[in-house]
């Protein structure tokens, strides 16, 4: 595997914006820079409408080639440029539900004013006028990671219910005022859990949950999923709570190991007018936080399955255990993971209690030897919203986890520096970095494939390589089974980071972000199981 690079000490995009800024001869601002009009310059986040028919790319223009950023309108099918609206520069983050688009932006560095977050009404049909701005809000302090809005569980409306993640861990929710957007409330409903941020969020508007997990992409090394013993029923490793600081530490500032969960329904959550408001960490840290962990079966990962094991007799100095012994040695030890991209919806579970993390981390024996997966999580049968703030019940008891992709068979394997066997070797992991995926159709089989995005960049590695990969399903059933091999996959020097998908007219159309080279490219998946490269937008 290719040397780990010592990344930078803060997210690439605030990487660029600060040497921009200090070396602002170089970079073209104000009046001597053209308007960006239809061009891409640095996009960060994309999203398709809820008809298909259009993507919506924010562009962050972080080295300020032009006096703004932009949000352009794509036509999925055939990759026109409709029109653009300019931004601030910054962008973050761009998310879409119905009629609405919220989109998030970084503190500019060197100003006073500090980040924003806006939301839109957007148009339809195939050729949409210009999203129109409802609300802005700004919030000392918060530089927007991540965006949750999603439809509501029974119609084609927005569901009330929004939130946004601040990179150190804010959580601010928000009440949807669909008779009027411009009413639309924001507040401050959790403060930051003290050192570890949980940025990644999924909303379930048919339980009212969100779950916010942990993620921590500018240095891979440092959050290890780790095994670790656990002596009482409990779910806390016994090296955190026979030791009284790192306790008081967790108590604090959380772990990298731990989830949080919010009940949106929870009426100690708002106000008397209705309004969310702010709780303090004390208050909710014992009812909202739990522990992350899971261990892949034999069936879904023989590999790591084996490597759990001998972890196990290793730390018990039982190199001979027999397998009833071992089973009951395995009780007592789990497997606590962290850095959790992206969640996205199970399509094949409408009631909203299974849905899939897409799980990454530095493959290294040293760091995390089994990240790098997308992983198929589920409230267990039986399983009430209420019994998941119930401390007597252990994450095992109430959540079900299940590898569904990352298993080494499922791997992209090709190297071009090598050939014959080495090419496809299994150790070869120089594309497991997963950053992203989303689910498409192809013919008349309902959200059958798996896109899965690999993001090894070259603000981390010597070696940056960036690719997709499609995985075909061999059943509709729930839960779904993939095919152990490739079905297709994509490598060039395009920057592949984030996916949106259009599933018009039966074709699989893939848009994908290449920040570094300032483009969107889109692809379409054959019914064959190829990706078609369609064009190349700048």
């Known amino acids: 595997m290719g040397a780990y690079r010592r990344p930078f000490p803060m997210n690439l995009p605030s990487f660029i914006a600060l040497i921009c800024l200090l070396l602002t001869f170089s970079c073209q601002t104000g009046v001597d820079a053209p308007a960006i009009g239809n061009h ?308 094949e579970d409408l009631t909203g209690r299974s849905f899939y993390l897409v799980h990454r981390g530095d493959q290294s024996d040293l760091a995390s030897p089994h990240a790098n997966g997308v992983i198929r999580m589920s409230l267990v049968d039986q399983i009430q919203v209420s019994d998941l703030f119930d401390k007597g019940k252990s994450t095992q008891q109430l959540l079900h986890f299940e590898k569904v992709y990352g298993q080494r068979s499922h791997r992209i394997l090709t190297d071009p520096t090598k050939s014959g066997e080495d090419k496809t070797h299994p150790d070869n992991l120089r594309k497991s970095y997963h950053s992203s995926m989303a689910f498409v159709s192809l013919g008349d089989q309902d959200k059958s494939v798996m896109v899965v995005c690999h993001h090894r960049g070259a603000e981390l590695f010597t070696d940056p390589l960036y690719a997709l990969t499609a995985v075909k399903t061999t059943s509709t059933e729930s839960p779904r089974l993939w095919e152990s091999a490739n079905m297709a996959e994509k490598e060039g020097g395009a920057y592949y980071s984030q996916i949106a998908v259009s599933n018009l007219e039966k074709q699989a159309v893939i848009a994908a972000l290449s920040f570094f080279d300032d483009s969107v490219r889109l692809l379409r998946l054959t019914e064959e199981g190829q990706f078609e490269e369609l064009r190349q937008i700048r």
């Open 40 to 347: 891409i310059s640095a996009p960060v986040s994309i999203a398709s409408s809820s008809d298909e028919m259009t993507f919506y790319a924010l562009s962050g223009d972080f080295n300020q080639n032009y006096p703004t950023g932009s949000i352009s309108m794509i036509r999925s099918q055939d990759g026109t440029v409709l029109r653009s609206l300019e931004t601030q520069h910054y962008g973050r983050v761009l998310r879409i539900a119905g009629d609405s688009m919220l989109v998030g932006y970084d503190d500019p560095p060197g100003k006073e004013q500090h980040s924003q977050i806006e939301l839109y009404k957007l148009g339809s049909g195939p050729d949409p006028a210009l999203p129109e701005r409802q609300k802005s809000w700004s919030f000392p302090g918060c530089r927007v990671a991540d965006i949750a809005l999603k439809k509501a569980p029974t119609a084609e409306a927005v569901h009330s219910t929004f939130a946004v993640a601040c990179e150190d861990g804010t959580i601010l929710l928000g009440t949807l005022n669909h008779d009027d957007m411009t009413q639309t409330k924001l507040h401050k409903a959790r403060d930051r859990a003290g050192s570890t941020p949980l940025t990644t969020l999924h909303l379930i508007p048919q339980l009212d949950l969100l779950f916010i997990f942990a993620k921590k992409l500018d240095d891979p090394t440092i959050w290890r999923d780790r095994i670790m013993k656990t002596s009482s029923d409990g779910d806390i490793p016994d090296e955190i709570a026979t030791n009284k600081n790192r306790r008081q530490k967790v108590e604090r500032d959380g772990s990298e190991y731990q989830f949080r969960i919010i009940d949106l329904a929870n009426p100690d959550n708002k106000n008397a007018e209705g309004d969310f408001t702010e709780r303090p960490h004390n208050e909710v840290r014992d009812q909202e936080f739990r522990w992350l962990y899971w261990t892949a079966t034999q069936e879904a990962d023989e590999h790591e399955f084996k490597a759990f094991e001998e972890s196990v007799k290793n730390a018990e100095s039982k190199s001979e255990a027999k397998d009833e012994e071992l089973a009951e040695l395995k009780k007592k030890y789990h497997y606590y993971r962290s850095n959790i991209s992206a969640v996205v919806d199970a399509p």
